[in-house]
């Protein structure tokens, strides 16, 4: 069952973040914005289709370990416990941990309230009785829990390697706010990817199809329709490099030739070759992995990898 509960943001609410968002990633040097606003209706629809692609493993891997896997954790949890997932849900990873725990109430928070709604009523519809409470917000800022699971124990659902978007610092800092956010007693399920041949990295961020320079490039698509910018998207070309010295992966937006554009009555230039970083992928060893949940506040119990050991996923407590 689909349920409608008060903490529900107004739709408007993103836009003057949006706004905000890239006119300040626009102003800086080096210009960077920040990877969430890649997920309008078109952009969460690019993003599905990169998880098919045959150069981008971690769907898939973290799939297969869930099929392996899940049906270990109900024997580690303990109690039923309302699922708390950052991220909307997807349909393929979500209803392979309810299956195996079968849980009090799942409770979705995702910034993308469209795409929230659609992914929250499939999955009502295919698990009668439980309890569905979406929540539209972004995960990083403040938000609360549904008051029905007020008197429930919790298990946080974080898959995908969603933690890789941000620095080890601001990635604690989530760790910790989740920790509090979800509360003593309770435990989180997170999928991390591993560092790896960088080849192997960069043709997961820079695909044969041109669809992650598509799911790219759209953001400045968003911009121009969102916020009256007129880019030339022709002049720029997608960019998937490895850091080595910051172990991510940075994707960026490089202008072909010298640019001046608008967005929002901002005017802005850019040199030949400048680009514009619009996220960093973290990747962490075996070890990193553990450290990042320590400094966090959770205790690893358990963790999982496939046998190549491209891709983790790693069970923690409070
Ligand atoms: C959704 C952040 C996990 O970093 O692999 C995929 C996003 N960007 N291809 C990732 C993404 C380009 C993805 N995360």
Redesign the pocket.
Known sequence: MLLDHPPTLPREAADPAFRHDILAGLSRTPKATP?IW?YDQRGSEL?EA?TDLPE?Y?TRTEIGLLERHAGELPGLIGRRRAVVEFGAGSARKTPLLLRAIDPAAYVPIDISGDFLQSSSAALAAAFPGLPVLPVVGDFLGDLALPSAIADLPRLGFFP???I??MAPDAAVDLLRAIRRLLGEGSMLLIGM?RIKDPDRLIA??DDSQGV?AA??LNLLTRINRELGGDVPLDAFVHRAIWNDGKAR?E?HLEAGRALDFHVAGRRFHMAAGETIHT?S?HKYGMRDARLLLRAGHWDPVREWTDPEGLFSMILARA
């Open positions: 990877p890649f993003f990169i981008y971690p995908g390697s969603t890789g978007n990817d997961a961020y992650t799911f790219n992966i994707m996220e992928s």
